[in-house]
């Protein structure tokens, strides 16, 4: 990995200072511009600036294997091209066999919350238990701060944790993460949007295809055709968003 970092956007202002300030305070290092993939630190933002970084601890670098600046699409963002960062986790890892085992078979009874709705926003609130929101400011009122223990605060933070999530979870409902089962007041999976149909679908899949066969054994034509989907998928959603508001 290069010290220095190398970059196409040459400008700098107060706010890429004050980023540069940050990390050295904090021993952080950015990857941009310096690991494979993006030796050459590749404009993140509408071909002309970098403002899309990844950053991380120096003692997190043995886990970076590349980075990449993928060709920007109008179907993911209006202006920032998609970052991929690659990391592995395995080389020099001793793996429990208990664990794993367990892991697989406990796999199906992991729940996880809904998105979040902002509508359900006041009801999220009012579900909050305030009586064991009442507890725990009593508690942390006794608590001497000179005595403070890193099991005490942990014990806290999950008190608060639980509390926010019991309220997320009757208010937006739960879906097994492994089988995407779901339950409660939420729990039919939201649609895709109204204009959104079999043809829009078919023509996304044929991009996501197009996009992966290029990125698989890249050339000029197979880069052509991505491109060339991806104006017909665009063509296609903007025709049927036109046609519905009418």
């Known amino acids: 990995m290069s010290k220095v970092r190398c970059s196409m956007d040459k400008s700098k202002n107060s706010y890429g200072n ?3 300030e940050m990390c050295k305070n904090n021993n952080l290092i ?7 993939g993006d030796k050459e630190g590749k404009f993140t933002c509408r071909q002309s600036s970098v403002v899309d970084y990844f950053i991380c601890t120096y ?3 043995c886990f970076v294997v590349n980075m990449y600046v993928k060709d920007f699409s109008k179907l ?3 202006v920032h091209s998609p970052l991929i960062l690659s990391l592995n986790f395995k080389d020099g890892i001793e793996e429990d066999g208990h664990i794993a085992e367990n892991s697989v078979e406990n ?7 809904q998105k979040w709705d902002v509508e359900k926003k006041n009801e999220f609130l009012e579900c909050i238990d ?5 507890d725990l400011v ?3 009122e006794s608590v001497d701060s000179n005595l403070l223990s890193q099991g005490k605060i942990n014990e806290v933070v999950e008190k608060i944790n639980s509390i926010f999530l019991n309220a997320a979870e009757n208010v937006l409902g739960t879906y097994n993460a492994s089988q995407g089962s779901r339950t409660g007041k939420n729990s039919g999976k939201k649609g895709n949007k109204p204009w959104f149909d079999k043809q829009c679908w078919n023509k996304r899949k044929i991009y996501r295809g197009a996009k992966r066969n290029y990125y698989s054994n890249r050339s000029e034509a197979k880069r052509e055709e991505m491109k060339k989907t991806e104006r017909t998928v665009l063509t296609r959603y903007h025709m049927h ?6």
């Open 76 to 78: 993911y963002s209006d």
């Open 241 to 246: 968003t036109f046609s519905f508001e009418i």
């Open 130 to 134: 305030k009586e064991k929101i009442s």
């Open 18 to 20: 004050m980023l540069l």
């Open 107 to 113: 796999a199906s009874e992991v729940k996880r919350v």
């Open 59 to 61: 003692d997190f670098l």
């Open 30 to 36: 950015i990857l941009n511009g310096r690991v494979n």
């Open 138 to 140: 009593a508690e942390l």
